[in-house]
T-cell receptor, first 112, second 116 residues
């Protein structure tokens, strides 16, 4: 079955620091990969996605590249802000029933 | 566009009672809706997949008689927690597909259920 393994937190950073959250996956076929973000008290929002190997998703300064050879989709941001404090979820979806499998989530706290 | 709402945003009920949670797609027709459960500081667990006009498909381990799902229209799905107990206390989140060609899931803001 499909599964996602995500670096566990919590992660605490200072403003302008570099952020990496590791995510690896197991799936049959060719899944789509996602990063979702959940800000305090809010619902999940799609941060970025990639639908095929070597695709790079990017949004709000965050990037992740779909690496089929290492089955990874690591999230990176070069300079974080306090407003990036949130829980980040890596997820995959197969292209048959579109069900999402989520990683455990990583809580990121950015301090001024 | 592609907004999903949930109602109520939070609810407290007594043990043994039932509570209904609504999930609506506000500006698109949702061919498929999903219901998730999220425990504190944990990930989302898919409970069931709901298609308009047909019976929901439940994930293994989810009691279909306890968590009744109805997808009566292309914009509304409901989750009823029957005979609720304190262990049913959780954050319930719905998502919907249908707003575009990419089959992206759009998530509702979630409903916090507390059973006393």
């Amino acid at each position: 079955g499909n599964s996602v393994t995500q670096m566990e937190g919590p992660v605490t950073l200072s403003e302008e620091a570099f952020l990496t959250i590791n995510c690896t996956y197991t799936a049959t076929g060719y899944p789509s990969l996602f990063w979702y973000v959940q800000y305090p008290g809010e619902g999940l929002q799609l941060l970025l996605k990639a639908t095929k190997a070597d695709d790079k998703g990017s949004n709000k300064g965050f990037e992740a590249t779909y690496r089929k050879e290492t089955t990874s989709f690591h999230l990176e941001k070069g300079s974080v802000q306090v407003s990036d404090s949130a829980v980040y979820f890596c997820a995959l979806s197969d292209q048959v029933d579109y069900k999402l499998s989520f990683g455990a989530g990583t809580t990121v706290t950015v301090r001024a | 566009g592609a907004v999903v709402s949930q109602h109520p945003s939070w609810v407290i009920c007594k043990s043994g009672t039932s509570v209904k949670i609504e999930c609506r797609s506000l500006d698109f027709q949702a061919t498929t809706m999903f219901w998730y459960r999220q425990f504190p500081k944990q990930s989302l667990m898919l409970m069931a997949t709901s298609n308009e006009g047909s019976k929901a498909t439940y994930e293994q381990g989810v009691e279909k008689d306890k968590f009744l799902i109805n997808h009566a229209s292309l914009t509304l799905s409901t989750l009823t927690v029957t005979s609720a107990h304190p262990e049913d206390s959780s954050f319930y989140i719905c998502s919907a597909i249908g707003g575009g060609p990419s089959y992206e899931q759009y998530f509702g803001p979630g409903t916090r259920l507390t059973v006393t």
